[in-house]
Nanobody, 124 residues
Framework: QVRLVESGGGLVQAGDSLRLSCTAS????????MGWFRQAQGKEREFVAS???????YYTDSVKGRFTISRENAKKTVYLEMNSLKPEDTAVYYC??????????????????WGQGTQVTVSS
């Protein structure tokens, strides 16, 4: 079993930066792929970024060039650095873990383990 705890959300202005963190329990963090998803109010949850066990990152088109996903296995933590934030980035951000390690998962069902979410609000 893997427990994930996100932190770092908050209220920022458009153009600002924010870094989200997700810390995992369990012994096999380094073997897992980690993903970030987000859900805006009234919308379905969507893929934002993922990073494989071999530290290959993947991004959805809308965040490429603005967001950076990274991981620090010694701390069992994955980060999402978000720059040039826009009001449309406002959402609850969720961390997720995939034991396959591939980082190719784009849907909820690809990730068995989820955090509780952290709110990011970007004002215009």
């Amino acid at each position: 079993q893997v427990r994930l705890v996100e932190s770092g959300g908050g209220l920022v202005q458009a153009g600002d930066s924010l870094r989200l963190s997700c810390t995992a329990s369990g012994r096999t963090f380094s073997n897992y792929a980690m993903g970030w998803f987000r859900q805006a109010q009234g919308k379905e949850r969507e893929f934002v970024a993922s990073i494989s066990w071999s530290i290959v990152p993947y991004y959805t088109d809308s965040v490429k060039g603005r967001f950076t996903i990274s991981r620090e296995n010694a701390k069992k933590t994955v980060y999402l650095e978000m720059n040039s934030l826009k009001p449309e980035d406002t959402a609850v951000y969720y961390c997720a873990a995939d034991p396959s390690g591939s980082g190719l998962g784009r849907y909820d069902h690809d990730y068995p383990y989820w955090g509780q979410g952290t709110q990011v609000t970007v004002s215009s």
